[in-house]
């Protein structure tokens, strides 16, 4: 099979795919040849994977395309400039923004926190993307409440020096800390009030997710794309000040 025809068939499916990677896939398809099960070699592992499994059992280039399912390439990869939007709608629609308090959303942030946490003390990279892009989703919410340009704070955040002398759960941690100066002047409750910018705080937030997310090899982008792939079909209620979702 020629290697710059597979590879233009590849991308054409949407596998951004380079043609050192594309020699590999071929090299390890031919020599996995008998086998049921083919390691993944890229970082796309699920694509990879799939696309090697296909390799295996293909007589022709024809065999190969029709092999493919459509479905396992289909996912649609949204700037931020667009997902901020699309998750402000998502939260409208499912009445965040009328029945919750910019306290509320920092609550659903703490506890996103906290998965976060745990993904990079257990340095699982699915989790820690997972969980960066739930941070984000709440962040995103309580900048729409408190009348800041979420959109505006992540583009500044992305050109600010990055936080490199780190670990991904001391970042984390750091983090969090930041979260509960909002939290504590969000609550009232007795607290004496510390004197802060909402959007300094926020600005240094989203940028040590965006550290993180390097670290992990991903991007914050990335992140909230999985998160609002996971959460914009999603129907709930508001229960006890809190979005309940669906079963």
Known sequence: MNNNRFITELRARGLNITPQEARTLMNIAIAEHDKEVVMPVLKREKIAHY??????????????????????????NLTIKELVPLIQEWAKERGIYEQL????????????FGELIKACYDNDKPA????????????????????EDSEFLIRQALTMR????????????????????????ECGQGFKIIPYSPHHRLLYMINELHSIALLEESTLEECLNIAYNEIKNRTGKIINRKFIKDE
């Open 51 to 76: 696309a090697i499994l296909t390799l295996s059992y293909a007589d022709s280039l024809n065999e190969l395309m029709h092999g493919i399912d459509d479905k396992k390439f289909s996912r649609e």
């Open 101 to 112: 308090t910019p306290f509320d959303e920092l609550l659903k942030t703490h506890e996103e």
């Open 128 to 147: 820690i993307q997972d969980a960066i892009g739930d941070v984000m989703v709440t962040l995103i919410n309580y900048c729409y409440m408190v009348e």
């Open 162 to 185: 990055l936080d490199k002398g780190s670990t991904p759960v001391r970042m984390a941690i750091y983090t969090e800390y930041l979260l509960n100066i909002l939290l504590r002047n």
